[in-house]
């Protein structure tokens, strides 16, 4: 259920930041990155070209991709400088 | 409390520099452009704390308003006519962030053709932005109203505009009794900001796209502020009336209790009505006048608690609506007064546009046309007066 | 700041959140990611209505990890300035003690076009802020149509390629002159394909006191007609066929700041993306050497100003 007007803040802001989290946006995608860590250099060019914030970074490393959100652009895989990203078709 | 001769124009930039607002945005324009000068020198002679941004349009005086609004700070700005008109789009957009900002506006026509005289079609153009709109009658009120307005906007979290007919008061002398700089300081308090974007800690996002699922909460948000607004208003008012002994209400009331027939007027023609209310009475007509002070929120209750008893009403209207029906004022009035039991005849009088002068003999023949109306002549729903024929 | 270290920022908190609307391989998301990266959390954003502003705010999701307003179309500029004279008013009294970055972003419709007066105005002002525009080239929010940023040539809703009139007639505003002009202490062009090149010049429009402007290319997959996974690949053509030359000017002095060793013709760029497609019929072939003749006046126009330090 949800709010009504009197239960929802002041001026129609929004108080909490980055609550887009709860929208997943995975399920647009039509091709999915997938990726060879051997072949990964950790150079993050996959991570300063994604749109969508998707490229998960541990501790300075590549670690693969937030699905939830990743709209399958494809732009990881075409900047890859070690071809470490393929895209594959998403099976229904 | 000293006593001064000011004009309007003056006494609301002295109303500024008594709130000493945090920031203030504004561009000029006639019959306001003094208020922007005179607020400028206060803020070149160090008289105030105020950052003044000198923006190259009323619309972007708006929005750098609401930008600092937004940011937690107190605001203010002041403007006229095609400058308000050029506002029109960010005065919804301020009042729907619920931000409390004071705009010192001064009624000048709308064009065209240009002019720059007085008439209300400028505030009655943005009467639905979510505005609360005081209008003044005087110079003294015009200060006053701008000291409260500041207050009420603050409590209510909704907009103000303080309007003060063009050159008929902004530019006319007139005697003001000014309160002393920490009596206006203690009376507004400390600022109140609904939310804060500064707040560097606790981010918010202000103004995101609000579609079918919550636009309409939103908005019923906003509808209820203004309907709570009436209250504050009246406790500022009551709160400044017990301090400084000026009293202020939503509508004021003159030779109302036993009139037959009554005229309604907003602004600076109270004054001239007044007169000829007087001069008519001593001639044994049952005349009184309903001014409206407060027009938003409308003061539906209080119209028709002060208009239940009488015959016919005529509102005069210094707009015209152009709809072939009558004056905003009088569609207001009227439906309000829909509610009342005797239900009287209610006639629309459009006067003075573009600065036309109103006389008392215009008034009084306001008063003549209701009257006979009321002994079964008949006349137009929608009159003018004043204008060649 | 130097170099740019991404496998360093790459640790840092992600301050524009996933889940927002963004078309796939949208330019502008990877922008308003870069730009983030290097101002940090302590930064206010404004927004111009538009795209991004849609894509990002739909209540009660925001992609924003840092305050951000957004009022209206063409006042973003005048909006900020607002919120930067609120904060030097606050701080003179005591009430805020950090040093916060404002910055404003427009798409081309908001800077170019129906926000240039608000811009310009701000910047002649002096306000602290950085306006960023992303530029995709044309009104995408409702739907491709023609702006004053619109390549010559280009195929846009409102100056589709018909058979009397192919495209768009007039060439793009130079916006970033125009602004240059003001005499603001800084000026720059960027690129996201250029991510240190555009990173860089954020940082020093942040570090410098007073109004900057930055035009950033913004490729547009639906707006221009090209695959998503080419987004990036578009924004260096651009760069690498002189349409979109990398540079910057400070204190009024032009220095061009990423001088490719070999450039490509612009048809390469052109042929990359739809809406430019008819150019490459035979009769409006002359269209295509129309716009390498302008490029190339252009870059040598910028080299001229930077040899003569101007």
């Known amino acids: 259920m949800k709010e009504t007007w009197k239960e929802l803040p002041i001026g129609a802001i929004i108080k909490e930041p980055g609550t887009s989290k709860r929208f997943e946006t995975g399920d647009w995608r039509t091709e999915r990155p997938v990726l060879d860590p051997e072949k990964c250099i950790h150079c993050m060019f996959c991570w300063i070209y994604c749109p969508d914030s998707s490229i998960k970074v541990e501790d300075g490393k590549m670690e693969g991709f937030l699905y939830e959100y990743c709209k399958g652009c494809g732009i990881c895989a075409e900047m890859c400088p070690t071809k470490a990203i393929t895209m594959v078709r998403e099976e229904v | ?389 | ?310």
């Open chain 2, 1 to 389: 409390m000293k006593v001064v001769a000011k004009t309007a124009n003056e006494a609301m930039a002295e109303a500024m520099r008594q709130i000493n607002p945090d920031v203030v945005a504004a561009y000029p324009i006639t019959p306001a452009t003094e208020i922007v000068q005179i607020f400028s020198s206060f803020v070149h002679d160090g008289l105030v704390d105020t950052e003044f941004i000198a923006v190259e349009s009323e619309h972007s005086a708006m929005s750098a308003c609401i930008g600092a609004a937004a940011a937690g700070a107190r605001v203010m700005t002041s403007t006229s006519s095609q400058g308000l008109a050029l506002m029109d789009e960010v005065l919804y957009i301020a009042a729907a962030l619920r931000l409390p900002i004071v705009i010192c506006e001064i009624n000048r026509a709308l064009s065209a053709p240009i002019n720059i005289h007085c008439d209300h079609s400028d505030t009655m153009n943005v009467r639905d932005s979510g505005w609360i709109q005081i209008y003044a009658e005087d110079s003294q009120e015009a200060y006053d109203s701008v000291i409260q307005a500041m207050k009420i906007a603050e409590e209510a979290f909704l907009p103000a505009m303080v309007t003060a007919d063009g050159f008929i008061l902004s530019h006319a002398m007139q005697r003001i009794d000014m309160l002393e700089d920490e009596e206006v300081q203690a009376f507004i308090g400390e600022h109140k900001s609904p939310y804060n974007l500064l707040d560097i800690d606790n981010p918010i996002t202000i103004g995101p796209l609000d579609l079918q699922d919550y636009f309409f909460e939103h908005k019923r948000q906003e509808a209820d502020a203004m309907m709570k607004a009436p209250k504050v208003i009246k406790k500022v008012a009551d709160e400044f009336g017990q301090k400084f002994g000026r009293k202020y209400g939503l509508v004021e009331e003159y030779r109302l209790d036993d009139a037959d027939y009554a005229i309604v007027v907003m602004g600076s023609t109270a004054g001239t009505a007044k007169d000829t209310v007087d001069l008519m009475r001593e001639k044994g007509h049952k005349v009184g006048l309903l001014r409206i002070r407060v027009f938003r929120p409308f003061p539906a209750e209080e119209i028709l608690n002060a208009l239940k008893n009488v015959k016919v009403v005529g509102v005069m209207d210094r707009a015209d609506g152009v709809n072939a029906f009558g004056g905003p004022v009088f569609m207001e009035v009227r439906a309000a007064l829909y509610e009342s039991e005797k239900k009287p005849d209610v006639y629309s009088f459009v006067y003075g546009l573009g600065g036309r002068d109103v006389k008392p003999v215009d008034i009084e023949r306001v008063f003549q046309m209701i009257m006979e109306a009321d002994k079964g002549k008949k006349i137009d729903r929608l009159n003018y007066i004043g204008v060649r024929e």
């Open chain 3, 1 to 310: 700041m130097g170099v740019i270290d991404i496998k360093k920022i790459a640790r840092t908190e992600q301050l524009f959140a996933p889940g927002h609307r963004a078309c796939a391989g949208c330019g502008a998301t990877i922008i308003i990611r870069q730009v983030l990266s290097v101002a940090g959390k302590d930064t206010v954003v404004g927004f111009a209505t538009g795209c991004m502003e849609v894509v990002s705010t739909i209540f009660p999701y925001t992609a924003w990890e840092v305050p951000f307003l957004h009022v209206a179309f063409e006042n973003v500029a005048a909006a900020i300035s607002g919120v930067e004279t609120a904060y030097r008013a606050l701080k003179k009294k005591g009430k805020i003690k950090k040093k916060i970055n404002f910055i404003a972003f427009g798409g081309d419709g908001g800077t170019y076009d129906i926000g240039l007066q608000a811009l310009s105005g701000a910047m002649e002002r002096g306000h602290d802020m950085l306006y960023i525009c992303y530029d995709n080239g044309a009104y995408m929010n409702t739907g491709i149509q023609r702006s004053s940023a619109t390549p010559f040539g280009a195929h846009t809703t409102t100056s589709p390629a018909g058979k009397k009139i192919p495209g768009k007639m007039q060439w793009r505003k130079d916006l970033t002159e125009i602004i240059a002009s003001h005499g603001v202490p800084y000026v720059a062009q960027a690129s996201p394909g250029y991510y240190q090149d555009l990173m860089q010049k954020v940082d020093k429009a942040l570090s410098i006191e007073g109004p900057a402007f930055i035009d950033v290319l913004s490729p547009c997959p639906l707006g221009w007609y090209y695959p998503t996974k080419d987004t990036i690949k578009v924004a260096k053509l651009a760069v690498e066929t002189k349409y979109w030359p990398l540079y910057e000017v400070e204190n009024g002095v032009h220095r061009v700041t990423v001088k490719p060793r070999k450039f490509k013709p612009v048809e390469d760029w052109l042929k990359m993306q739809g809406r430019f497609r008819h150019l490459f019929k035979e009769e409006n072939k002359w269209m295509i050497e129309h716009i390498q003749k302008e490029v190339d006046r252009r870059w040598e126009k910028l080299l001229k100003l930077e040899e003569a330090g101007l």
